[in-house]
């Protein structure tokens, strides 16, 4: 249950603030571990469009819908949610050059635990730039504003995908490696 | 019943609402009627006409949608019908032609000429408002409806395998993205608009 994992409520807090002041209107989504809070956020928050999925691939049609309706939308998606929708993103938005802002969570890199996530976690951002989608990574909270601002800056002027990829250091708090000592002054 | 038939029998009656369109003969055989700046056709990303007809009618309530989707597009796309069975858009019409064949790319049987049951996946899906249609006049009745009262709807429509000789319209699929989004943020009006 959400409740047991150390997912941070506090940083998923201040990426849906920074996705709200970008003005996004619409999010589509389909949980996993690490977004349970932002999806718990867009669901509480009456201004806001939440579309529950049922695959990823859907949330790219629904974003173009947003698009030529007018609406900035998000899509909150694991990584292997992200390899999941490729078609859609390829032959969907890039065919036709729709904006697209993909908050990723980045399962599978450093310090993941859960084996059935390092295959995914191994080729993410190789997949990306196979694509030529712009990417950028959130490590810390006090980043993630202007990160996501631009993202979807780019995405909407560039009518392109844009990927910012939500980070172990931002989304978990289990302190998983303690710092190394300090050395002593010379 | 011919599925060229159906949208003749139709086109005044969904000429101002949103229209999204799958690729191949269905996209051909709606610009051969009368290509409008407000209809939209995707010419790939097979499965996606009702998850972009889900996105738009959350977005734009008082605007009615139609999507004309086919059963090779549905079949890839099963989940998009408990999406937009959850939202249940009071503006969205879900017209599935059925010819139970991926006819644009050489005519092979899908699932439905073996025994799948759109209306029943789409009924099972929880698109309560599902109907069947055989004959034209069952399927202008059934357009009918649904356009003149609310909530979604979706009807299946059984139509022979046949389609137009080519698949090429006379304008670039840019061209038309950008005359849809354009039509878009102009208010609906006449048969397009909600009540």
């Known amino acids: 249950m959400p409740g047991k994992m150390p997912v941070s409520e506090a940083n998923s807090r201040v990426v849906y603030d920074a996705l709200k002041a970008s003005g996004v209107r619409v999010v589509s989504a389909l949980p996993e571990t690490w977004l349970v809070h932002l999806i718990k956020m867009a669901e509480d928050d009456s201004d806001m469009i939440l579309v529950r999925l049922a695959k990823e691939e859907e949330g790219v049609g629904v974003s173009m819908g947003a698009h030529f309706a007018g609406v900035r939308s998000a899509l909150l998606m694991q990584n292997h949610g992200f390899l999941q929708a490729i078609n859609g993103i390829v032959s969907g938005a890039m065919l036709y050059h729709m904006p697209l802002l993909l908050m990723v969570s980045d399962r599978g890199h450093l310090g993941e635990r859960d084996p059935w996530q390092t295959e995914g976690g191994r080729y993410t951002r190789r997949v990306l730039d196979a694509l030529g989608i712009v990417h950028d990574e959130l490590h810390r909270p006090d980043e993630v504003p202007v990160k996501v601002d631009r993202a979807m800056t780019l995405a909407q002027s560039s009518l392109s995908p844009v990927a910012l990829l939500m980070t172990r250091p931002l989304m978990w708090e289990e302190v998983q490696v303690p710092p190394p000592p300090a050395k002593p002054q010379q | 019943m011919k599925r ?177 989004a354009r039509a878009m943020r102009q208010p609906p009006h006449n048969g397009g608009k909600m009540p």
């Not at chain 2, 005519?107 to 996946?121: K, S």
């Not at chain 2, 609310?150 to 009807?155: D, R």
């Open chain 2, 4 to 180: 060229l038939e159906c949208l003749q029998a139709i086109y005044e009656d969904i000429q101002d609402c949103a229209v999204v369109t799958i690729m191949g003969a269905t996209s051909a055989e709606l610009h051969s009627l009368g290509h409008r700046p407000n209809f939209f056709y995707l010419t790939h990303a097979m499965g996606l006409a009702s998850s972009i007809g889900l996105g738009l009618a959350l977005c734009q309530p008082s605007r009615r949608v139609v999507v004309l989707d086919g059963d090779g597009s549905v079949l890839m796309n099963l989940g998009g019908l408990s999406t937009l069975a959850r939202y249940g858009p009071r503006n969205l019409l879900e017209i599935i032609f059925d010819n139970e064949s991926l006819l644009s790319v050489g005519g092979f049987p899908t699932a439905t000429a073996t025994g799948t049951d759109l209306a029943a996946c789409a009924r099972g899906a929880g698109i309560a408002n599902t109907v069947s249609a055989t004959n034209l006049d069952d399927f202008v009745s059934a357009v009918r409806a649904a356009l003149g009262g609310e909530g979604l709807a979706c009807i299946v429509a059984k139509v022979e395998a046949v389609g137009p000789a080519g698949y090429i319209v006379d304008t670039h699929m840019l061209e038309d993205r950008f005359m849809f």
